[in-house]
């Protein structure tokens, strides 16, 4: 094998390798995303049950959690923990 040979060799193995790295990424902050969208849509219906019960404002993540009308199981914070 010449040096040239094994230069391009790990350049493709580099290409690949990133590619793969960045395909994977992706399929993580997509599936983060889904996650999250999931999540909001669950406390937004929440809010709404509180909204219809109370007659009045919007709640908090707190009153809702403190009043029993969002899911114990829904985090307060996005898939990204912010």
Do not use: C, N
């Amino acid at each position: 094998m010449t040096y040239f040979e094994a230069k391009v060799g790990v350049l493709v193995v580099a290409l690949v390798g990133s590619g793969a790295a960045y395909a994977y990424g992706q399929a993580h902050a997509d599936e983060s995303d889904q996650k999250s969208a999931e999540a909001a849509g669950r406390v937004l219906k929440a809010a709404e049950r509180y909204f219809e019960d109370s007659g009045s404002g919007w709640p908090t993540i707190t009153s809702l959690r403190r009043d029993d009308y969002r899911e114990s199981d829904v985090s307060g914070s996005d898939a990204w923990s912010r």
